[in-house]
Structure formats: structure tokens, C-alpha cells
């Protein structure tokens, strides 16, 4: 058997890696519940594959990249990633990741994130230690405290090293449950800027799902990269308008460092086998040097 994704990559505070290698090894043992996430125990990834699928495994692994070679070598047959948030935008490197990972989109969640200010006491903090994108989404809050942010791999790997490192003047942002998992203190709750912050999370797994077999409105994702010709984009695009078909995420971003390519990925309501993405999806092709569905999976909230 192979060995626990965690102890392949940069390791864990002390206390979280006790329950890293406790998960793995029952996530091992039954591959088919088991879903890969990034992240200590007790991250935001942790709360929503529990969300998701409550009867499933989750396996913790250091980084994005761990999650989806876990899946891709058998380890985990889902991995649940976070992709964008509603206030601190889309998640670095997923739009790299996923194209490269040859996995499918087969479903979403959406998760409404709270963070929380947790330490061994009551303060004064020298510094408070989270996540990027958490420190992103508590700027405001942090500024108006004059608490210094510093960067951290995962939110809850940041709580359980203020607990290994014993520093009373240090303190985490993270979720409740890590505060239960690493024995800190909830100094303040919902510390968030925006109380309507939401993550949208993207699960992924070997096969594809068959469009013909979803239930209800499907959602569709694919990257494309346009020919390099004028108005390609507009014309590109211009079959989803004449057929109806709703885009509701376009995003651009380079590939590679000569800026010489521009990739594009994008999200439609619909899915292959409706006459009217079809069509639209033919157009695109047309217009583009290349054209990757990524996956077509039932909606997780209604969009429009």
C-alpha cells in the first residue's frame, strides 16, 4: 500500500499530522468513499466534502496538486477543490491545474465560509497566521486591529501550529472545527469582511459523467483558446447569444511567458446532447485552436 499522501509532501504542524496519517489510513482502506482535499483537518475543504457527501472519506492532502494525483493514481475516486470565492475572486493555480489534471468536473458545492480568530489566549497578537485567500477576506478587519497577517499553506494547518508552537501572542484564522480538532480558543467569531462569503467548490474524479444522465439543470465547463484572427473572441462567443445559451463565467489567463496565448475558461447552464449547446459549442469550436469540456455535472444552485 502506499504511503500516506501527507508524508510525501512538505509535512504538517504536529498536531494536525496525527489525524492526517488517522484519515489516510482509513481513506486507503476504502478508496471508492474516499475524497482528497487540500488542506489540514479541519480546513474549509474538509467542512464541504462532510457537506457534500457526509458518508465519505476525507483524505487530507498538502497541496491542490496531492488532492488530484491522489485521484488520479487510485487513492481517492473524488477530489472536492475550491475554485472561486464570491469576495477574493478565483482560487491561484486551479485554472492551471484543472485543465492539466485530465479529470472530469462531475459535481459542485457551494459553502458559505466564516472565519474565526482563534488562539491559546486572549492576546495581545504579534501576528495572526491563515491562508492567503483567508487573510484576503479578513483584510478589513485585521487592518482595524493592527494585527500583521502572515501567510500560511491551509487554514487549519495554521491553527494547529499556533497550538505546536505554544506562542501565546500568536494566533490563526480558520474554521470552528479546527478550533476544536487543535484546542484553541475562539477570540472572534464571523470576522470575515463580507457576512454573504461564499466558495464554490468543484469535485472531480477519473470518468466524466454522461450528460444524458443528469438530473435536473446541468452545468457545463470547458477551456478554449480562440484562433488568432480579428474579432475571434466575439465571434467565438456569438453562438452562445443566438442560441440562448447562458454563460455565466468567463475568465481569461495566460499560458506560458511569452503572452503570446491567451486561454479562457468558461462555465454555460446546459450541456452536450442539448441542441442549442450543440450548436453554440460548434460555433466556439470553429473559432478556437483548441476546445476542452472539463466536465458537465448537475447544478449546485440555480444560476440566471
Given amino acids: 500500500m502506499n504511503a500516506p499522501i501527507s508524508q510525501q509532501a ?23 468513499r474516499a475524497v482528497s482535499f487540500q488542506g489540514a483537518p479541519g480546513a474549509n475543504s474538509h467542512i464541504a466534502a462532510l457537506e457534500h457527501d457526509p458518508d465519505c472519506l476525507p483524505m487530507p492532502c498538502f497541496s491542490f496538486a496531492d488532492a488530484i494525483e491522489a485521484v488520479k493514481e487510485g487513492r481517492a475516486a473524488r477530489a472536492i477543490i475550491p475554485i472561486e470565492n464570491s469576495h477574493n475572486g478565483r482560487v491561484a493555480d ?119 444522465t443528469i438530473d435536473g439543470p446541468a452545468m457545463t465547463t470547458f477551456v478554449f483558446e480562440v484562433r488568432n484572427i480579428p474579432a475571434a473572441l466575439y465571434k467565438a462567443l456569438g453562438g452562445f447569444a443566438t442560441n440562448g445559451v447562458n454563460m455565466t463565467k468567463l475568465e481569461s489567463y495566460q499560458k506560458g511567458a511569452a503572452f503570446a496565448a491567451t486561454e479562457f475558461y468558461a462555465d454555460i447552464v446546459g450541456a452536450p446532447g442539448q441542441p442549442a449547446v450543440d450548436r453554440a459549442l460548434e460555433e466556439l469550436g470553429f473559432y478556437s485552436k483548441h476546445l476542452r469540456i472539463l466536465g458537465s455535472y448537475g447544478q449546485a444552485r440555480e444560476r440566471g
Fill in 94 to 212: 486551479i485554472h492551471f491545474l484543472l485543465p492539466e489534471s485530465g479529470l472530469a468536473i462531475t459535481g459542485e458545492h457551494f459553502m458559505e465560509i466564516h472565519h474565526h480568530l482563534m488562539a491559546l489566549g486572549n492576546g495581545p497578537f504579534r501576528g495572526v497566521i491563515s491562508h492567503p485567500q483567508a487573510l484576503g477576506q479578513c483584510r478589513h478587519r485585521l487592518r482595524a486591529d493592527r494585527l500583521v497577517p502572515m501567510d500560511h499553506a491551509d487554514t487549519a494547518g495554521a491553527a494547529a501550529t499556533v497550538f505546536e508552537q505554544q506562542d501565546p501572542e500568536l494566533a490563526a484564522i480558520a474554521p470552528e472545527m479546527a478550533a476544536e480538532l487543535y484546542g484553541l480558543k475562539i477570540i472572534a467569531r464571523d470576522i470575515e469582511d463580507a457576512h454573504d462569503n461564499m466558495t464554490r467548490f468543484v469535485v472531480l474524479a477519473k470518468d466524466a459523467l454522461d450528460p444524458a
Fill in 10 to 32: 512538505s509535512p504538517y504542524a504536529a498536531p494536525a499530522m496525527a489525524l492526517v496519517n488517522k484519515m489516510t489510513r482509513a481513506a486507503l482502506a476504502e478508496p471508492a
